[in-house]
């Protein structure tokens, strides 16, 4: 069944993209091919219950390779895969992750009627399956974790994915808040890590991350240009794009000549780049 984001409009907004596309890249009838690592949000946020053990599964299975995740601290200190600050968008009631403890968050279920995973869960599944991309988000600041909790969790979230990592794949711990990126950098100065930014990619954006020591910036495909994308992967930055809600926004991020772009419809993107775009390999 085709996916319900293959509408007359859609199509031909991507078609207008991809015509540009092929201008911008291909000037030469069909000799060269953009390559770019497509990754699924929360799993496939707009395809699949977000970030539960049933979405993994289910995108996994049709082929996707590379994830994006969030991950959380209960009230007891274990490591919770959850978005949001408040369970009322996706379980329906008061509360967050950081409010009760595992067992509490165990006897949840998302409105769909998933439980919620711990991290545990994630790179168990993940363990035996290499050559895969994860960003694992840390989401500290909101509610803002004191010192104390953010150590703690900064020093498992880093034992707990690498000690589990299968040889061939790359996990990245990333992160709109500073201080989980400057812990980690001076504690584990091999860890891999992005810095996200809510805004496109400027020069400021790329100091900034330079000043954390971090060579891949996670910014808004909106606002952001393909002579700035240029820039930043000349003075060595690795450029991930988002937020990736439909067809369009992943072309308009291959237009701009992005390394890695973010999609909530990892398989609707699939789909299309299969049937319609073969001179884009996605990694």
Known sequence: MKSTYFTKTTNCNNIFLFMIFLFAFIPEGFSQKAEVKLFAHRAGAHE??????????????????????????????????????????????????????????????????????????????????????????????????????????????????????????????????????????????????????????SQKVVDEAKELGINRIGASVHGTTRNMVIEAKKQGITVSLWPGRSIDDFLLGVYLGSDYLCSDVPIAVTEWVKENAPEIKLK
């Open 48 to 201: 699949y219950d977000e970030n539960t053990m049933s979405a993994f599964k289910a995108t996994y299975e049709k082929g996707i390779r590379g994830y994006e995740t969030d991950v959380r601290l209960s009230k007891d200190g274990q490591l919770v895969i959850f978005h949001d600050d408040t369970f009322e968008r996706i379980v329906g009631i008061k509360g967050g992750i950081e409010d009760l403890t595992l067992a509490e968050i165990k006897k949840l279920k998302t409105k769909k009627g998933n439980p919620i995973p711990t991290l545990d869960e994630v790179v168990a599944f993940f363990k035996d399956k290499p050559g895969v991309y994860i960003e694992f988000e840390m989401k500290t600041n909101k509610p803002m974790y004191s010192d104390e909790d953010l150590h703690k969790y900064c020093d498992e979230l880093y034992k707990k994915t690498y000690s589990n990592k299968p040889e061939g794949s790359d996990y990245i711990l990333t992160s709109f808040d500073k201080r989980p990126l400057q812990y980690l950098k001076k504690t584990y100065p091999k860890v891999d890590m992005l810095f996200i930014k809510g805004e496109g990619l």
